[in-house]
T-cell receptor
C-alpha cells in the first residue's frame, strides 16, 4: 500500500533538536490529518487540514508545528520535545466533504516511530 | 460529545474460532462507522465501513452491521487465522466537512495455532 507515505519511519532525537516529519499522499485527496498514538492510549487527533487550511488544532502544544504547502504534502515540525512526546505519529488523508454522499474514509500512512531522549 | 467504546482486550482465540469484538457509539446525527486494523509495526488499514443504518460492511471474511437501534457496530468473523492477530479499532466519522474520526481505544486480538 503506497497511497500515503511517511518519512522517516523511525526517528530518535534529543530534547534540544529540531526535526520534521513528512507525509505525502498519492490519492488525490484534499484533507490531511496528524494523529499521535501512544502506548495504551486512544488515538489522538492533532491537526486537520482541509483544502490546505488548518481547520482543527486539538490543543496541541506549540512545540508541534504543522505545515501543509499543498494538498499532497503535510509536515510536522518538531522542536524542544519532551520524552513523553515519544509515540507513533500517523498521517492520514481523505476527500473532504463537498456535498452529500462524498466519501470521508481516511487512509493512513505507516507512521513515524519517534523516540525523544 | 460523540464517542466510541470497544470491548477491552486482549482477546485470545484459537485458530478457526468465532470472533466478536463489540463496539458501541454515542453520536448526534447520522455518522459513518468504520473498523480499522493495525498489524504489528504498521499504520492503520481500513477493514470495512458502513454509512447508514442496517448497512453491512464486509471484507476478508470480517463483517459488521450498523445497528442504529442499539447504537452498535460489532465486528465478527466466522473462523479466525493466526494472520488476523492485530489491534482492531472501531471509529465513527462526524458529519462535517473535515471527516473527523473518533476512535475507540482499540482491541488486541491474538490468535494461537
Amino acid at each position: 500500500e503506497t497511497g500515503v507515505t511517511q518519512t522517516p519511519r523511525h526517528l530518535v532525537m534529543g530534547m534540544t533538536n529540531k526535526k520534521s516529519l513528512k507525509c505525502e499522499q498519492h490519492l488525490g485527496h484534499n484533507a490531511m490529518y496528524w494523529y499521535k498514538q501512544s502506548a495504551k492510549k486512544p488515538l489522538e487527533l492533532m491537526f486537520v487540514y482541509s483544502l490546505e487550511e488548518r481547520v482543527e488544532n486539538n490543543s496541541v502544544p506549540s512545540r508541534f508545528s504543522p505545515e501543509c504547502p499543498n494538498s499532497s504534502h503535510l509536515f510536522l515540525h518538531l522542536h524542544t520535545l519532551q520524552p513523553e512526546d515519544s509515540a507513533l505519529y500517523l498521517c492520514a488523508s481523505s476527500q473532504a466533504r463537498t456535498g452529500a454522499g462524498v466519501s470521508n474514509t481516511q487512509y493512513f500512512g505507516p507512521g513515524t516511530r519517534l523516540t525523544v531522549l | 460529545g460523540n464517542s466510541v467504546t470497544q470491548m477491552e482486550g486482549p482477546v485470545t482465540l484459537s485458530e478457526e474460532a468465532f470472533l466478536t469484538i463489540n463496539c458501541t457509539y454515542t453520536a448526534t446525527g447520522y455518522p459513518s462507522l468504520f473498523w480499522y486494523v493495525q498489524y504489528p509495526g504498521e499504520g492503520l488499514q481500513l477493514l470495512l465501513k458502513a454509512t447508514k443504518a442496517d448497512d453491512k460492511g464486509s471484507n476478508k471474511g470480517f463483517e459488521a452491521t450498523y445497528r442504529k437501534e442499539t447504537t452498535s457496530f460489532h465486528l465478527e468473523k466466522g473462523s479466525v487465522q493466526v494472520s488476523d492477530s492485530a489491534v482492531y479499532f472501531c471509529a465513527l466519522s462526524e458529519p462535517s466537512n473535515t471527516g473527523k474520526l473518533i476512535f475507540g481505544q482499540g482491541t488486541t486480538l491474538q490468535v494461537k495455532p
